[in-house]
C-alpha cells in the first residue's frame, strides 16, 4: 500500500466545485471533466487528492501500462482516465448512479483508441465482489471519510488484491477515523506514505499485502 497525503492549502479553492467542467493536463492531453454539484454532490467534482495522486502516477515511477487497475468510487473519474492514458487496463466504479456521468467524462476525454480499455462499472463497496477478479494496481482519491463504510471498503480492497496488488490511496488525513482506517489496512498490507508539498512528490515504492485471508 502506499498512501498519498498532501496539504490542502497546496491547491485550489473550494469553489471550483461549482463549476460545470475543469480542465486539467496530464500525459500530453488537456482533459476536461463535467461536474454536477448540484445534483450529484461530492461524487460528481474533482477533488484535490484525485489531482495529486494523477501527478503521482504521471511521475512515471510506476509502469502502468499493460497493468489490470480498478478505481475505487470514482467519482468524475479523472484518476481512471489518467491511468487508462497512461496503458493501464482500467475498470472505473462507482455507485449505480455515477455511472453514466462517468461514461461521458470518459468518452469524452480518451482517444478511441483507448476507449476499449476502459470499463465503468457500479460497484458498493461490500457486495457482489465475486463479479470482480483481483487487479495489479487498486487506486482510490478521498475514499477514507465515512467510518461507517471502512470495514466494507476493506472487504472490497482485500477482495481485489492479491499478494502481488500495490493499493494507492490519496487523501488528507483530516480525522483520527483517517488515521484508524489505515490502521486497519496495516494489518494485511505493507505500507508507504509519500508526502505531496509545493508540486514536489516522493518516488513510490512497491507493496504488498502481508495477508491472503478474505
Known amino acids: 500500500m502506499a498512501l498519498v497525503p498532501y496539504e490542502e492549502g497546496a491547491l485550489h479553492v473550494l469553489q471550483r466545485?461549482?463549476?460545470?467542467?475543469?480542465?486539467?493536463?496530464?500525459?500530453?492531453?488537456?482533459i476536461r471533466i463535467k461536474q454536477n454539484w448540484k445534483e450529484m454532490g461530492v461524487s460528481a467534482v474533482v477533488w484535490d487528492a484525485a489531482v495529486v495522486l494523477c501527478i503521482f502516477l504521471e511521475a512515471g515511477s510506476i509502469n502502468l501500462k499493460g497493468s489490470s487497475v480498478i478505481e475505487l468510487g470514482a467519482g468524475a473519474g479523472l484518476v481512471g482516465i489518467v491511468a487508462?492514458?497512461?496503458?493501464?487496463?482500467?475498470?472505473?466504479?462507482?455507485?449505480?448512479?455515477?455511472?453514466?456521468?462517468?461514461?461521458?467524462?470518459?468518452?469524452?476525454?480518451?482517444?478511441?483508441?483507448?476507449?476499449?480499455?476502459?470499463?465503468?462499472?457500479?460497484?458498493?463497496?461490500?457486495?457482489?465482489?465475486?463479479?470482480?477478479?483481483?487487479?495489479?494496481?487498486?487506486?482510490?482519491?478521498?475514499?477514507?471519510?465515512?467510518?461507517?463504510?471502512?470495514?466494507?471498503?476493506?472487504?472490497?480492497?482485500?477482495?481485489?488484491?492479491?499478494?502481488?496488488?500495490?493499493?494507492?490511496?490519496?487523501?488528507r488525513l483530516r480525522y483520527q477515523r483517517d488515521q484508524n482506517f489505515l490502521d486497519m489496512m496495516k494489518e494485511h498490507f505493507n505500507g508507504d506514505f509519500h508526502a505531496y508539498f509545493e508540486g514536489l512528490i516522493a518516488d513510490p515504492k512497491l507493496s504488498s499485502r502481508t495477508s491472503n485471508t478474505r
Open 17 to 30: 466545485f461549482h463549476s460545470s467542467d475543469a480542465t486539467y493536463n496530464f500525459v500530453n492531453h488537456s
Open 84 to 171: 487508462a492514458l497512461l496503458g493501464a487496463h482500467v475498470t472505473i466504479t462507482d455507485r449505480e448512479m455515477a455511472v453514466e456521468f462517468l461514461e461521458l467524462n470518459v468518452k469524452e476525454n480518451l482517444p478511441k483508441d483507448l476507449q476499449g480499455n476502459v470499463f465503468i462499472k457500479p460497484l458498493t463497496w461490500g457486495q457482489s465482489l465475486e463479479n470482480f477478479p483481483t487487479f495489479d494496481v487498486i487506486v482510490g482519491a478521498d475514499i477514507i471519510y465515512l467510518e461507517e463504510t471502512f470495514p466494507d471498503l476493506l472487504k472490497t480492497i482485500l477482495h481485489l488484491s492479491s499478494e502481488h496488488t500495490l493499493v494507492l490511496l490519496s487523501c
